[in-house]
């Protein structure tokens, strides 16, 4: 269960913050939802720039943050479904640009490994960690939602 896969990570990361914070009172460690529907796999929430791994209603990982389209390449808003994966893959449209851990969701989007500094042709960039954890997580055929 994916839930399993993440528990630890999230353990860690609010003990990690109430040993910074003081303690949990008061203090929120963690989005109890997300903006997308519980068949949603992962979850993307463009008006925010972040994306979650969920188990049904269940976050099994994130927020994290991302980085979307920019003008006159947005990412579009809807349902769909992961169609494949590459480890290692390059860019043939955008002259060879390594994006590596790449889920491909809608035609040429993908989630993958790049800036969180700089918005993309369409794709959503991830930290490095995150994309390596979406990568392990998703599967072809998994339920993605973009909501605006």
Not at 64 to 90: E, L, M, N, Q
Request: aromatic residues 8%.
């Amino acid at each position: 269960m994916r839930i399993a896969r993440h528990t630890a990570t999230a353990l860690a990361v609010a003990s990690a913050t109430a040993v910074l914070t003081g303690g949990l009172a008061g203090t929120a460690v963690a989005q109890a939802s997300t903006p997308c529907g519980n068949s949603a796999e992962a979850c993307v929430d463009l008006s925010s720039n972040q994306a979650w791994l969920q188990d049904g209603a269940a976050i099994s990982y994130g927020p994290v943050p991302i980085t979307t389209g920019k003008p006159g390449h947005a990412t579009p808003p809807g349902w769909f479904k992961v169609s494949y994966k590459d480890r290692h893959h390059r860019s043939r449209a955008y002259h060879n640009a390594p994006m590596p851990y790449s889920v491909f969701f809608n035609g040429g989007i993908a989630f993958h490994a790049g800036s969180l500094e700089e918005q993309s042709h369409g794709c959503i960039h991830l930290s490095t960690g995150a994309a390596k954890t979406f990568f392990n997580d998703l599967q072809p055929g998994d339920p993605v939602e973009v909501v605006p």
